[in-house]
C-alpha cells in the first residue's frame, strides 16, 4: 500500500430542486382551503393561473375562492373571463355566475345566467341546484321563468309527459309522443322502451316487438328491452328462445332500484315466481322510493302467494288494506284467500297488477250499473290497459263484454280503441258491427249539450266538499290517504309545539284538495307529497329551507320535492302568500 492513498471522496450535499408549476401551486392552494386559509388559498390560485393561463379549471378555482370570500362581484368577472377569452364551452360558468348574483340578490342577472346555462349545457351537472334556484327565483321575482329548452335534458321532458300519459291509461297519446320522441332521439332506448309497451297495452303487439328487437339490435344488454322481450315470446307460445332468455334473467342480478322492479314484475309474469318473490322482497326490504308504493305489497304478496307462501302474503295485504285503505284490491284478495283456505283449496296462480281479477272487474262494473261506474276505475290506467288488451286477444264473449264496458268510459282514447279494432280486417264482422253501436251512440252523447251545475244544483252541493269539515280549515279529510300525508309531515317535522305551522299545514293541504275537487288525487306517493307540503309550509313562514333538506328528511329525490310542491303552489299560488322576499341561496361554488 506504500505510495498509494485511499481518496476519501466528501459527501456532496442533497439538493432537492423544487419544480414552480401550476400542480405545485394548486397543491399549496388546496392544503390552504383544507385550513380555511382563504388568503393563501387565492394568493396561490392566481400563481397556478399564471403558469397556465388557458386551464380553465384554474381560473375557476381562483373564481370560487372569491365567492366563498364574499367577493360575488370580482368572482362574476373571472367567470365571464374564461367563457370570453379562455374557453367558451365552460358552460357550468353560467351556473356559477347566475349563484353569485343571487347571492348579491340581482335576481334578473342570475336568472338570465341560469337559463343560458340551462340552454346551453349538455351536461348538466347542476341540474337539481339549477330546479331548485328556478323554484326560489320564480318566488323572488313573481313569475316563472321563460325558458325554452333544457339541452342536458333534451327529450326528458316530452318523454315524461309520455310516461304520465301512459300511466293515465292514454296509451294512444303516448304511443304518438314516444314515437315522435324515438325519431328524434334514436339513442334515448328509454323512449322506445315505452313506446313498445305502448303498443302492447293498446293491443298491437307486431308493432310492439318490433320497436323492442331494434332497441336490442342497437343496444343487446338493455335489460328492460330484454324483459319486455320475453313477455313478447311468451306472448308468442314461448319456445327455445324465451327458454334462452328467462335462463339468462334467471341470474341477472340488478342494482338499480328500477331495474330490479322491472325484473321482479317480468318474472313473475313469466311464471318464475321465486325469482320475483326475491326481487320484490329485496326492494321491500331496501330503503328507495318504491318501498313506499302501496302497490309493492300487493305484488309481493301476489309473489309469496304463488309460491305457497300464504302467512306472509296475508300479513302484506293486511299491511296493505291499511296503508291503502280506499283500494279493494287488498280486501278482495284477503276474502278469497280466508275463503279458499277453509275449503282446503290452494289459491289460484295470481296475476301481477294491482286491481282486481278481470272478471271481477266486470262483476264491479255490473254492480255499479251504467251511469254509476266510479271515475277512479274508468280512469284507473291498469283496468284500461287490460280491457284494451282483452278487446285485440280475448275470446269472443271477453270481446263482447269489453266493448260494453268500453261504452262506459266513451273518451277519445276509448273511441281510437273502438276505431281501430273496427279497421281491424281480422277481427269477427259481429263484434264490429258491435263496436259501431258503440262508436255511434258515444258521437250522439257528444252532441247533446251536458246539463248546467245551475240546472243540477245537488250535484253542485256534492261537488263543493270532496271531504267533511268540523269547523274552519283545520279538518281532517276523510280519505285515509289524504290524512297519511298530514299525518307523516306531522310526525317528520315534529311540529306539535308550534301549533300555528300545524295550523297551516292542514289549511294548505285542504285547500288544495278543495280546489281540485271533484278530481282530487290518487295518493300513492305520501312521502312526496308531505315534503311538498312542509317545504311550501316552511316557505310561508319564511324560514331557511332547501329542497335537499326536506329530501333528505323524508328519504326521496329532490326533484320528487320539486315535482310535487310545484303541482300543490300551481293550485293554490304559494308565492302570492308570502308576505316578503325571499333571499335564501345555497353557495354552489
Known sequence: MKGKHLRVSEPSPKIIA?????????????????????????????????????NPVNHCNMAGILSEMGDYAGSNEILSSVLSDVDSSMTECYFYMANN????????????????????????????????????????????????????RQGVVEHDQARVLLEEGKFAQAAQLLKQISEEQPDMFAARNNLA???????????????????????????HALCNLAIFYQHEGGGPELDRLVQTLAVTIPFQEEQVFKLATTMGILGRHEEAYRHFRRLLHGGGENKADASLYHYTAVAASNTGRYAEARRLWSHLQKQDASSEVPRFFLSRLEELQQEGTPLQVLSYHYHLPFEEQFRMWEKFGAEQVPDSMKKDPL???????????????????????????????????????????????????????????LAERNEQNTPT??????????????YATEGDSCASPVDPQWQAVLDKVLTVTN??????????????????????APEVPMVQHTEGWAAALEYLTAKMHHHS?????????????????????????????????????????????
Open 18 to 54: 423544487l419544480r414552480f408549476d401550476a400542480s405545485f401551486f394548486f397543491e399549496k392552494a388546496v392544503r390552504s382551503l383544507d385550513r380555511n386559509h382563504y388568503d393563501k388559498a387565492l394568493k396561490y390560485f392566481r400563481k397556478a393561473v399564471e403558469y397556465e393561463p388557458d
Open 453 to 466: 251545475d245551475t240546472e243540477h244544483p245537488e250535484r253542485l252541493e256534492a261537488e263543493k266538499a270532496p
Open 545 to 589: 329551507v332547501t329542497y335537499q333538506e326536506v329530501a333528505d328528511r323524508y328519504g326521496i329525490s329532490v326533484s320528487t320535492v320539486s315535482r310535487y310542491a310545484r303541482q300543490i303552489d300551481s293550485v293554490c299560488g304559494i308565492k302570492q302568500k308570502l308576505k316578503q322576499p325571499l333571499s335564501t341561496f345555497k353557495k354552489q361554488v
Open 101 to 152: 348574483y343571487a347571492n348579491m340578490e340581482q335576481f334578473e342577472e342570475a336568472e338570465k345566467a341560469l337559463v343560458t346555462y340551462l340552454e346551453e349545457d349538455e351536461e348538466g351537472q347542476f341540474l337539481d341546484e339549477a330546479e331548485e334556484m328556478m323554484e326560489l327565483l320564480y318566488y323572488e321575482l313573481d313569475r316563472p321563468t321563460k325558458l325554452n329548452r333544457i339541452k342536458a
Open 495 to 516: 311540529k306539535s309545539s308550534d301549533p300555528a305551522m300545524q295550523h297551516d299545514l292542514r289549511s294548505l293541504w285542504l285547500e288544495y284538495l278543495d280546489r281540485l
Open 383 to 441: 283496468i284500461r290497459s287490460s280491457f284494451f288488451w282483452a278487446l285485440r286477444h280475448g275470446d269472443r264473449a271477453t270481446q263482447l263484454q269489453v266493448i260494453q264496458a268500453l261504452s262506459l268510459i266513451g273518451d277519445d282514447e276509448v273511441r281510437q280503441a273502438l276505431e281501430s279494432f273496427v279497421e281491424d280486417p281480422d277481427q269477427d264482422s259481429e263484434l264490429k258491427r258491435r263496436a259501431l253501436q258503440v262508436l255511434q251512440e
Open 197 to 223: 309497451l305502448a303498443y302492447y297495452y293498446m293491443g298491437l303487439f307486431q308493432n310492439a316487438k318490433a320497436t323492442i328487437i331494434q332497441v336490442l339490435e342497437d343496444e343487446p344488454g338493455n335489460l
